[in-house]
């Protein structure tokens, strides 16, 4: 994988001058958008501070779009807020579009209908990405949960970036105990749980209704307002 230091050198494919096509498209999977012009120095994999992203073709696409149906499934249950899958839908147009352009509607069906989405890798930021499972022959109801819970994170993961967040703040498996410091988000997250409120202290966890027990996962990594700091230097 490529690693890109800065973003000095990177462009949203939204801010290409108006007619200014990329012959290609760096693709997260939150699905944010890079391009360069010139594509060629940069490896299939393209990781820009903590974000990986892949050089589109249409088996990726395919695997693009396989998660948006689960992000649809997640909104009209309710899992996911209206908002996140709107801002979600959006983004995915874009790429659906240059896509099209591209490669053609054809390739892109059939593409769709070859994927096996359980055995497709995604692109995973180095050191700091989300845990891949080993692969199975059977998806078990662990691995469904566990899809649940990335769809939720997904779709909050650039926000919770953009705030301060460690992506493996968010991702990380961490060990077998419950309390254990280094078991991310994705770790807390029960089935029928919908993600609230994003800060840059915490992000709220609610429950399945009628209750909706309302939760907070706390960034360990930034001040809380209940943490008073003493200055240790003696008075003079």
Known sequence: MTTVLTEQCAKSAEDAPSGDTPNCLFVATSLATWTTANPEQFARDVQINDTAYRRLDPDYYAWLRSRMVVAKTAATAGHLPPAAFEALRLRFNAVHEWAVGYFGEEQ??????????????PPVAEDEGPHVPAKRAHKSAADEIL???????DSISEQALSLG?????LYRAGGSRVLDPERGLVCFLKPGDRLGEVTRQSIEIIGLPPSEVRQHFYNPDVDQPWIIRIDNKEKT
Do not use: G, I, S
């Open 147 to 153: 899809a649940e819970a990335m769809a939720l994170v």
């Open 165 to 169: 967040w460690k992506r493996q703040r």
């Open 108 to 121: 892109l069906v059939a593409a769709v209908r070859a994927l096996c989405a359980n055995d497709y890798r």
